[in-house]
């Protein structure tokens, strides 16, 4: 039993052989992951444009209105985490999104953190460091034309 213990020490120490003490401590460059489902979105104006909420065979939402439509989501991130990646997914690749801070006592000063289309992840953050004390989080989608389908967003982010 000991012999097999020994054997499985020196795969170890060759993956870690020439790292500093703080890279065999640490994950370098991997983030904490949050996902948010396609439920979490909702309207803007929920009173004049509808929505299709899917669970059955498949997580989203669907505009099911001929006019073109804006999707909102809350952001919660730990304070003090630090974005690096931010993506929304959806069947639309021409629909563009934003995750957007904005102070939590006027509530009227926007900062764009990042943004592009559909699909596509950027990770090129504006104000990336998550501050809870003085601003409120969202990811804002817009240009969803009938039947185009969010499925979620996945926020990469360390602490």
């Known amino acids: 039993m000991a012999g097999k213990d020994d054997s499985r020490k020196f795969e170890f120490e060759s993956l870690l052989r020439g790292r500093t003490e703080i890279e065999r401590i640490s994950k370098l460059n991997v983030g904490t992951v949050v996902s948010i489902s396609a439920q979490s979105f909702h309207h803007l104006q929920p009173e004049a444009q509808s929505a299709i909420y899917g669970v059955d065979t498949e997580s989203r939402i669907n505009n099911d209105d001929a006019a073109a439509t804006f999707l909102v989501t809350d952001v919660q991130l ?14 639309d690749s021409t629909n563009d999104w934003t995750m957007r801070r904005t102070d939590l006592v006027t509530g009227v000063t926007q900062t764009e953190m990042a943004g592009t289309t559909v699909n596509t992840e950027d990770t090129s953050i504006s104000d990336g460091v998550i501050d809870n004390n003085n601003y409120q989080y969202i990811i804002f989608v817009s240009g969803m034309e009938q039947n185009d389908l969010i499925h979620g967003a996945r926020i990469i982010f360390t602490i």
């Open 78 to 91: 730990p304070h003090g985490a630090t974005v690096t990646g931010v993506i929304v997914y959806g069947s």
